[in-house]
T-cell receptor
Framework: AQKITQTQPGMFVQEKEAVTLDCTYD???????LFWYKQPSSGEMIFLIY??????QNATEGRYSLNFQKARKSANLVISASQLGDSAMYFC???????????????FGSGTQLTVLP | DSGVTQTPKHLITATGQRVTLRCSPR?????VYWYQQSLDQGLQFLIQ???????AKGNILERFSAQQFPDLHSELNLSSLELGDSALYFC????????????FGPGTRLTVT
């Protein structure tokens, strides 16, 4: 079963508008972390934002915010005031790890290609 | 710049060959992860090292191996290369194996012809 699901292969947004990229996850581990990464066409993976499963408030980093709905197992990324430079592939990822012996690797979704239109 | 370095940036080689990808983690980071990004498989975890010891294995083929040296740099060895091994290989590092934050290097793009 897919642990991270990103249902939007591609999204378009007008410059200066806000956009929401969807991410749902599946885990039975009570302790986990959710991440969003940006991958521009140059290929590097850029960390954007992190949300812990026990965090009471939604994470925010500048123009990025994470809409964390634990009961729905969703962790949507909201980008406000889109800029042309936001055009990239965006990946949602999860790390499980309440057990000290468990691996701490990231499991990634399939990504959403965001295009910002001028 | 994440502080994680990977060399080489690009690598083109033939089927059946062997290559070594190198990663230097951020200063102070003890844990190194290797990921493979291919068109058909997406981003997949391969293997993790912590302070020189293998910590976790993911979908890593038997033809692939890795190690982490005393100076904490890591190498990923890919042998008997096949066309399907063409991918972007990322190294990431974190402070320790418990740390949630992982910082990715720029990747090595491997093309097998």
């Amino acid at each position: 079963a897919q642990k991270i699901t990103q249902t939007q292969p591609g999204m378009f947004v007008q410059e200066k508008e806000a956009v929401t990229l969807d991410c749902t996850y599946d885990t039975s581990d009570p302790s986990y972390g959710l991440f969003w990464y940006k991958q521009p066409s140059s290929g590097e993976m850029i960390f954007l934002i992190y949300q812990g499963s026990y965090d009471q408030q939604n994470a925010t980093e500048g123009r990025y915010s994470l809409n964390f709905q634990k009961a729905r197992k969703s962790a949507n990324l909201v980008i406000s005031a889109s800029q042309l430079g936001d055009s990239a592939m965006y990946f949602c990822a999860m790390r499980e790890g309440s057990s000290s012996g468990s691996a701490r690797q990231l499991t990634f979704g399939s990504g959403t290609q965001l295009t910002v239109l001028p | 710049d994440s502080g994680v370095t990977q060399t080489p940036k690009h690598l083109i080689t033939a089927t059946g060959q062997r290559v070594t990808l190198r990663c230097s983690p951020r200063s102070g980071d003890l844990s190194v992860y290797w990921y493979q990004q291919s068109l058909d498989q997406g981003l997949q975890f391969l293997i993790q090292y912590y302070n020189g010891e293998e910590r976790a294995k993911g979908n890593i083929l038997e033809r692939f191996s890795a190690q982490q040296f005393p100076d904490l740099h890591s190498e990923l060895n890919l042998s008997s290369l096949e066309l399907g091994d063409s991918a972007l290989y990322f190294c990431a590092s974190s402070v320790d194996y418990r740390s949630y934050e992982q910082y990715f290097g720029p990747g090595t793009r491997l093309t097998v012809t």
